[in-house]
């Protein structure tokens, strides 16, 4: 099974030897076999697909919602070696929170020359605002990670600092997760140890650090939203540590406080733990154009009103020019060398240093100090004459601005590669959080590795198609006995609240869940009888073909669609396009999409089997838009989406805790009902035909709302307008029917928490109550009665016209009150994005 090159650095010794800490694992592996170890990955991927493990690429179409790949083959470290890594780790952290705590202090590293003042003040990740705000205490720097890699020493070098906003461990434990699933017996007879330590760590520390309201404090996770490439990994964190999960526009400042907005109103929140680069968690002070921030969060900061973690500003450590002064600042600050040197670094800002960067450009990665978007590492070999002079004239222009960095021929590891183990280049993410307890650092003993897909690729990162893997720390530690003596502090629990935006997107959920539903029921009918049409007979002289294609134009909105006299004369590209086209607005294929897209955002409030759900429907949307190329295809595609997403409704059922959470989704759900019966039994039964025809499309508007069964069982008899009318109607006891969805509609908004002072029945209900009371006081005999001259339902279509009416205004109350925070009982007007519907 193993590849007959030689493994380097990470599986053997100098000698060539196999190293005694993957002895255990490489007998494993070679008698476990190639077929074996294969169908182990199979499983390691189908975990993490089940579990719904995404990452999403920038600027690549189908990047988003990626699966996330993890490697069965671990990242190993042995107990000893592992000693002398943590020991480093924790030594490079207090350096750097030292020198994060002069740089918004004191400042005698800049006044002293340690540091240069042009490295500093032209970092963009050098907040001038935050200066003279520091945490309480003199951890400053909570949360740190650093990349990793052995050289060619034999020895781990740093490649990257990351103290803004660091990732990855989420997707740590995930892997962690997968891993025990598939390989428990390994894991066990190997020691690896846990890694749970470090959450736990970093829950306490937020307690500890926080002023305000300490007994209960609410912690807030802030996201970019879910184009994040990590956005997975926040919404796993702040379910699984039990953080409320929110964006910018779910958070405003008042007071000099930061506020929640909930469906319950403001919630005060007291730290944020943000993944938002720094520069754009405030657009009044930093970015004026971020809408991923907090207006005003930065004054907050300063009076103490809101913990920040990361603070503000921290990004200044991620400059790589300082790596070059790393060691004489140890040395000054610790009295210690470095126990991990950085890879060799030549800030451009000094004279000589520019002069060896020049000399030896094409073997040296040049970067800007900054790391962002527009800032990208240019390997010197790749460039050609012309290109490295136009770079040296860009660095003069600039020199203070670039760094050169050695070219690391980093090692290798085992990585599970076209059905064989073969050596890859790796990278190791570690990670690092304050104990405020002990007054230390704590480091993660394990991480998220990466290793590269290609031979010889030194660029390992996950949006260049690296390859995860799970890092495994072998041996127990020395402290573990005194860890597990340790006495677990008991907590109140905090009850979570939910964000409006969350409320939104669950009330969206619901509703293109059902549009979707609805859309695949009628569409089926529709089909069914254009395959069965007579091809002789034009679709307008077919009565019951042509209504069903009118309504479905009517309930997509896909105007003009069938109204086209064109498109009638060949209806199968549109009837293809409404199933999977899905940049046609209305489509079923744009339905789901924005079913999925809505259900991934508030992805923290859904269950794992959920999630498999989902995954399932997502996956037969792919199929669904690569493969339906006739009408044939588009109708067993129906039946399949039709399947999964009745099984959705199951769990809706069944799982879900009756929370608001719960509540919102099926109010979005019973109003799409609502909306989109209305709109079948006013498209099917506005008009009256021949007596087969009329009994045609009776027959099928009972199937569009599963009704058929129910009604020959109830009557008995034939089809009737006026049990039609009645049973789709006015059947309290039929799910199917408009009052019933009505009704639930009004149960679910009674338990929502009622924001007016003294409004016992607010405008949403008062509204609801109009139609309820429309529909029971209905003469349904007259509504069964057509127009004598036009042969037309007038008195049926202007009723459901009223109550569809009245349902739109039901959800803009809804939307008002709960989810747009414009309601004068908000403390500020601030309004949320209406989604694309």
Request: net charge negative; glycine share 6%; aromatic share 10%.
């Amino acid at each position: 099974m193993f590849n007959n090159e030689p493994f380097l650095d990470e599986m053997a010794t100098d000698q060539g030897k196999i190293s005694s800490h993957w002895e255990r694992l490489a007998k494993y592996y070679e008698q476990l076999g190639s077929e074996k170890m294969g169908q182990f990955h199979e499983e390691v991927g189908r975990q993490l697909r089940e579990n719904g493990v995404t990452y999403n690429v920038y600027g690549d179409p189908n990047g988003m919602n990626r699966p996330w790949i993890l490697d069965p083959v671990p990242m190993v470290f042995g107990g000893e070696e592992w000693e002398g890594i943590e020991k480093g780790l924790v030594q490079r952290t207090n350096l750097l929170n030292l020198v994060l705590s002069d740089l918004y202090g004191a400042q005698t590293l800049i006044k002293e020359g340690l540091i240069p003042f042009e490295l500093v003040y032209n970092h963009k990740g050098f907040l001038r605002q935050a200066h003279n705000i520091k945490l309480d205490g003199d951890q400053q720097l909570i949360q740190y990670s650093s990349d990793l890699a052995r050289g060619p020493d034999g020895k781990m070098w740093v490649l990257h600092d990351r103290t803004d906003a660091p990732s990855g461990a989420g997707y740590t434990f995930e892997n962690r997760a997968a891993m025990t699933r598939v390989f428990p017996d390994l894991i066990r007879e190997n020691h690896v140890r846990k890694i749970t330590s470090y959450y736990q760590t970093f829950k306490n520390t937020l307690g500890n650090l926080t002023t305000n309201n300490k007994e209960n404090p609410r912690i807030v996770l802030l996201s970019p939203g879910p184009t994040n490439e990590t956005f997975f990994e926040h919404a796993y964190i702040s379910s699984f540590m039990g953080f409320t999960l929110a964006f910018g526009e779910d958070l405003t400042v008042s007071d000099g406080y930061v506020w929640l907005k909930t469906i319950k109103g403001l919630e005060k929140v007291d730290v944020l733990i943000r993944r938002v680069d720094d520069v754009f968690c405030d657009p009044l002070e930093f970015k004026s154009d971020s809408h991923l921030g907090v207006v005003g969060l930065m004054e907050a900061v300063r009076q103490k009103k809101v913990l920040v973690i990361n603070p503000l500003g921290s990004r200044v450590l991620e400059n790589p020019g300082l790596m070059a002064f790393l060691p004489k600042l140890s040395r000054h600050l610790l009295g210690e060398d470095l126990i991990i040197p950085s890879v060799a670094t030549w800030w451009c800002g000094q004279p000589r240093e520019l002069s060896y960067v020049f000399e030896h450009m094409e073997s040296l990665v040049i970067r800007n100090i900054y790391r962002g978007t527009n800032h990208k590492s240019v390997f010197g070999g790749s460039l050609s004459k012309a290109e490295l002079e136009a770079l040296k004239k860009e660095i003069r222009r600039s020199p203070y601005l670039y760094v050169g960095q050695e070219m690391v021929d980093f090692s290798t590891t085992p990585s599970w590669i076209n059905n064989k183990l073969e050596a890859r280049n790796a990278v190791f993410r570690s990670y690092v959080v304050a104990d405020t307890e002990n007054k230390d650092y704590k480091v993660m003993p394990g991480g998220l590795s990466r290793s590269s897909p290609e031979k010889g690729a030194f660029l390992v990162s996950n949006q260049t198609g690296g390859i995860s893997k799970d890092t495994w720390v072998l041996g127990k530690a020395k402290d573990a006995v005194s860890v597990a003596m340790k006495p677990l502090s008991i907590q109140p629990l905090v009850r979570n609240v939910l964000p409006s935006r969350t409320g939104e997107r669950l009330f969206w959920l619901g509703r293109y869940l059902e549009r979707s539903a609805y859309t695949v029921r009628l569409m089926r009918m529709t089909l069914l009888s254009y395959n069965e049409a007579d091809e002789d007979i034009h679709i307008q002289e077919n009565p019951v073909l042509n209504t069903l294609l009118q309504t479905l134009t009517s309930m997509t909105g896909t105007f003009p669609g069938f109204s086209d006299k064109s498109i009638l004369k060949n209806p199968e590209p549109e009837l293809i396009a409404l199933v999977r086209d899905a940049d046609k607005s209305g489509s079923l294929a744009y339905s789901v999409q924005c079913f999925l897209a809505n259900a991934f955002a508030v992805r923290d409030r859904l269950s794992l089997d959920t999630w498999r759900i989902l995954d399932s429907i997502s996956e037969e949307l792919g199929r669904m838009r690569m493969s339906v190329t006739t009408v044939q295809q588009a109708y067993q595609s129906l039946d399949s989406m039709i399947v999964k997403l009745m099984a959705f409704y199951g769990l809706n059922i069944d799982n879900m805790t009756r929370e608001p959470t719960w509540h919102l989704l099926n109010i979005g759900r019973f109003i799409e009902s609502a909306v989109n019966n209305c709109t079948i039994l006013k498209g099917m039964l506005s008009k009256s035909f021949d007596t087969e025809s009329n009994k045609e499309l009776m027959e099928d508007t009972l199937r569009c709302n599963e009704s058929l069964v129910t009604y020959r069982y109830r009557y008995r008899s034939n089809l009737e307008m006026h049990g039609v009318l009645s049973l789709l109607m006015l059947h309290e006891d039929n799910p199917r029917a408009l009052i019933f969805q009505l009704l639930e509609i009004d149960h679910h908004l009674r338990t929502l928490p009622n924001q007016g002072e003294g409004e016992l029945f607010g405008g949403e209900r008062k509204k609801l109550l109009e139609a309820i009371t429309k529909i029971r006081l209905c003469d349904i005999d007259r509504l069964s009665e057509p127009n004598a001259k036009t042969k037309a339902y007038q008195e049926l279509t202007a009723f459901l016209d009223e109550i569809v009416e009245l349902l739109h205004d039901t959800s803009d109350v809804v939307y008002e009150k709960y989810f747009s925070h414009t309601g004068s009982n908000y403390r500020t007007m601030q309004t949320s994005v209406i989604p694309e519907i």
